[in-house]
């Protein structure tokens, strides 16, 4: 199911969406070797677990 | 004769040798000019070609396709780990995912996750619901 969802806020994220900008994250905070936030380091393995099935 | 002194320094830098071993460090020198030269050339081309990348990519993830967005930040995602990006460049790409992220948070707060791909189960949401 895929929905453009507006708030006042702006677009809502959906979860792929947050993976994928989670793994930039991650790639970039390692580049950068900065520590990621632990709750994006599980949202981007989330991905790649989805992505393996 | 005394290899060493005045005049033999004198016969031998005005001898052929000389000359000819003048002319190839000459020529090394500017050989090696030209090759940093080249090589410079070639990384300021490398650099440019990944910040259009980057513009094109970063278009991407303002398009209200969320499959448009998806493959901006795949691009940026690939980006970031060339070669070509340094702190500056990576600092962009960090600043491209940042809106994205602040919402994901504020949307897990207020368990209003919106779940758009039939992969993933009800099981694997961090602490948010199905809206």
Not at chain 1, 13 to 31: C, F, K, S, Y
Not at chain 2, 36 to 55: G, L, N, P
Not at chain 2, 91 to 96: D, I, M, R, S
Request: avoid cysteine; glycine fraction near 8%.
């Amino acid at each position: 199911m895929t929905a453009d969802v507006s708030s006042p806020q702006g677009r809502q994220v959906t979860q792929r969406e947050a993976i994928a900008a989670a793994r930039v994250r991650v790639t970039a905070d390692r580049r950068l070797k900065r520590t990621t936030p632990a709750w994006i380091v599980d949202l981007a393995n989330k991905g790649r677990t989805a992505g393996q099935r | 004769m005394d290899l060493f002194d005045a005049a033999g320094w004198r016969e031998f830098a005005l001898s052929p040798g000389f000359g000819g071993l003048a002319a190839v460090i000459a020529a090394s020198i500017a050989y090696a000019g030209v090759r940093r030269t080249t090589r410079h050339q070639r990384e300021a081309a490398r650099k440019q070609q990944w910040w259009e990348r980057a513009h094109w990519a970063l278009d991407l993830t303002l398009q209200d396709d969320l499959e448009a967005r998806l493959v901006g930040l795949n691009v940026l995602d690939a980006l970031a780990e060339s070669g070509y990006a340094a702190e500056h460049e990576i600092e962009l790409v960090l600043a491209a995912t940042e809106s994205a992220l602040d919402r994901y948070e504020d949307q897990l707060a207020a368990g209003s996750v919106l779940i758009d791909d039939a992969h993933f189960d009800q099981d694997d949401m961090p602490g948010g619901q199905e809206s």
